[in-house]
Structures are given as C-alpha cells and as structure tokens.
C-alpha cells in the first residue's frame, strides 16, 4: 500500500504542475470549432503545451502503479487533488495570489486525504467478467461521439459538457488499467479495456484541450472532477470489490467527501490569459474569471 500511495501521491504533484504548462499552450493554440488534426498540430507547437503533456504522460505511469494496488476511490481523490498543487506551484513559479477559499480548499483537500489514507483498505478485484470490458470500449466510443457533437458549440454549456466527457474519459482509463489483461502480450492486444484506456485517454485529452478554449473553464473542470473521481469510485465499490479498513468506512467516506469539496473548492482559482504570467488578476469592481483547471 505504502508503494501505491507513494506514487499517487507523485503523480498528483505531476498532474498539477502539468495543469499550469497545459493551460497556457491551450490558451497560445488557435481555437478550434471542430477536430482536426491541425487542432493537435498547432498544440503541439506550444512548447508549454508539450511540457505539460510530458508530466501528464508520467503522471499517468505512477497512477497505473497506484491503480494496480490500490482502491479506485483513494486514487482517485488522490490523484483529483492536484488542483491543490497546481495553486501551490502558480504562488511560487508565477506571482498568483491565494484568496481565502484558497487556502480552504488546500487545507481541505490535505485533511481529507489523510482521513481517505487512514480509512482506506485494501482494493477488490482485479478481475472482470467479459461484459465488463465490452462496457468500458462501449463507453469510449459513446464518449467521442458527444465530443464531435460538442465541439461545434461554444459558452460556458459546452465547456461542462467537454468538461464531463474529459472526465468520463480519464475515469475510463483508471477503471481500464484496474481490470486490463497484463498476463502478456496476446492478453493486452485482445482485450477491449486495453481499446477503452488508449481511446479514452486520448479522447478525455481531446475534449480537455476544447474545453480550456470554451466558455467558463471552472463549471468545466468541477464537471469533469464530477465524472472522473465519484465514476470509478462508484465502479470500484459496487463492481470491484473496493471497501474501506474495517469499521473505518465513516472515516474514509469522510475524507473522499471532503477531499472532493477542497477541489471544487479550488476550482475557482487562477486565471492563464494570453501572455500573461498571473494566475490571479488583481480584483477591482469584479471579480477575475478563473480558467485553470487540474489535470
């Protein structure tokens, strides 16, 4: 367990360093009214951008580790609470201000981790029946169609609603990785959930990219934590096995409770806009809209 805490716990601080250098290619990226594969070109001219999908793609390697020996619902709280980082890390590499709910949502996120780590047992089951891993494909291509459908719209509606789909995405890829066929090479290259983790993630991946481009990117990213921390949670505890320590189920219940509401909490920091190096603009008669989302 220690193991799988360890490198959830480093892959979140990957995840919310990534969510700073992601935010500001997104934002230098021309902004995109359908998928193209210009989309992906012009993304990937951002040297920002590229840095930030570097430490995406590593803290995806640790969270496979955690996800193989830990339950759904801590890893996902864990690694959800990157936004905490991220607030962190714009303080310190940028010149951001913490409001008060800031500081709320950090100390909450911290409390409620360690209540999840302390209620927190072992995970379930490793293995799905067949049915299972046809959902999950199936899942995945429900999900890319509502993206093509999405990304011609533009407002704060369709930034939730590619917001929820980025998050249905990534919650494929955690619930992929717990239940994929690693007994060898024929294993994986015949399992659908193998399918359902590429296409997943890199659809969850898209529709984050579109959603950093539309609308108010806060709604976006408290759908998408939404999605991806209480899905595969969900998941975990009824189809996996997942429970927590004995006679500690209030305590874990607790900390995820809380640990989501730090988040929700600090979606509503920062703000990336075009060359600019602040987070956080200085409040004059309004308030600054905020646009950084984790992962």
């Not at 600090?266 to 409040?283: D, I, V």
């Amino acid at each position: 367990m220690l193991l799988g805490l360890t490198t959830a716990l480093v892959a979140t601080v990957c995840f919310g360093f990534g969510a700073v250098f992601q935010a500001r290619g997104a934002r230098s990226a021309p902004r995109a009214d359908r998928v193209r594969a210009g989309l992906l070109a012009a993304l990937l001219r951002s040297w920002q951008f590229i840095v930030g999908t570097f430490l995406d793609i590593l803290g995806f390697v640790l969270s496979i580790v955690a996800l193989r020996s830990l339950p759904l619902f801590l890893v996902q709280a864990v690694t959800n609470a990157s936004l905490a980082v991220t607030a962190l890390a714009a303080v310190r590499l940028l010149g951001a201000r913490l409001r008060r709910s800031d500081v709320g949502g950090i100390l909450a996120v911290v409390i409620g981790l360690t209540l999840l780590a302390l209620g927190s047992g072992t995970e379930g089951r490793e293995y799905a029946p067949a049915a299972f891993h046809w959902a999950l494909l199936a899942t995945t291509a429900v999900m890319l169609l509502a993206v093509l459908v999405l990304v011609r719209r533009d407002g704060t509606a369709a930034a939730v609603g590619l917001g929820l789909l980025a998050g249905v995405g990534f919650g494929i890829t955690s619930v992929a990785v717990r239940v994929m066929d690693t007994s060898g090479l024929v294993g994986v290259l015949t399992d659908p959930a193998a399918y359902a983790l590429a296409v997943g993630g890199l659809g969850g991946y898209l529709a984050y990219a579109l959603a950093l481009q539309r609308g108010t990117v806060t709604a976006a990213t408290a759908a998408g934590t939404v999605a991806e921390t209480f899905g595969p949670a969900l998941v975990g505890v009824l189809s996996l096995g997942d429970a927590a320590r004995p006679g500690f189920a209030w305590c874990a219940l607790t900390g995820f409770a809380v640990a989501v509401g730090g988040t929700f909490l600090l979606s509503r920091f920062g703000e990336l806009e075009g060359e600019s190096a602040e987070l956080y603009a200085p409040q004059a008669d309004i308030e600054a809209e905020p646009v950084v989302p984790p992962r």
